[in-house]
């Protein structure tokens, strides 16, 4: 009886320090993100989590990273576009101030009118090379987009990756208490950060309606995609 009890505690404590000795996946996220936030932080004693949330990401859930990367690089590429075109309007209307009126044009009024063309011309270019990089982004991804609006996406329906809301409070250098945090992806097994996209990123990306961007540039993707 001694014996047969004996053998029983054995099994149990065992049971009980395998129990005490497994991380939670929040531990094992939070030993993952925490050096990370830190080793950015000003003064990274006064850090504090603040919230910290997992979801399980499958491939072809709308918040799989593949998909948040597409539409945050084209969100950020748009809002440039649109910065440029409207720095070439803006110059495009000074331009009418110091035009020639009459057939007259003051010295130094030509002058002004020269350098309103030239920065006409410099937001136009550079607007134009932001929209090439807009068709581009399209054109490269045109195979995962058709499977994302179809709900085929290519790589089927499958467990990819853990997302991790991550919120957190820490000190300025002036003593103030600021909330920061990111949306992190690990892999599988939550041994490494595969992705993460900061509150900038989501920002950018929830400030842009790609609805805008297909009635802006909709003849470029209906060359790329026919009705898209």
């Known amino acids: 009886m001694k014996k047969y009890l004996f053998s ?28 990370e936030i830190k080793a950015n932080l000003i003064k990274p004693e006064s850090y504090e989590l603040a919230q910290i949330k997992l979801d399980s ?7 799989n990273p593949e998909v948040l990367t597409f539409a945050i ?12 075109v409207s720095d070439a309007e803006k110059a495009e209307s000074s331009m009418t101030i110091y035009a020639p009126s009459y057939g007259y044009q003051l ?13 006409m011309e410099k937001a136009q270019r550079r607007a134009a090379d932001k929209r090439d990089q807009i068709i581009k982004l399209y054109k490269d991804n045109k195979d995962f987009l058709i499977g994302m609006k179809s709900g085929k ?8 990756a853990w997302a991790v809301t991550f919120g957190y409070r820490a000190e300025t250098a002036g003593g103030m208490k600021t909330m920061g945090g990111a ?12 992705h993460r996209f900061t509150e900038d990123d989501m920002k950018d990306m929830q400030s ?11 003849d470029e993707l209906k060359e790329i995609f026919g009705e898209y």
């Open 107 to 119: 010295a130094q009024d030509k002058q002004q009118y020269k350098i309103h063309k030239a920065e």
């Open 57 to 63: 990401c499958f491939s072809d859930s709308q918040y």
């Open 183 to 194: 949306l992190y992806y690990l892999n599988k097994d939550m041994t490494e950060i595969i």
């Open 208 to 218: 842009t309606d790609l609805q805008d961007i297909n009635y802006e540039f909709e």
């Open 8 to 35: 029983l505690l054995a099994i149990v404590s065992l049971g009980f320090l395998v129990s005490c000795s497994t991380k939670t996946n929040e531990e094992k996220a939070r030993e993952l993100i925490e050096p």
């Open 73 to 84: 690089n084209v969100a950020k590429l748009y809002r440039e576009y649109k910065e440029f």
């Open 153 to 160: 996406l290519r790589v089927g329906h499958k467990f990819i």
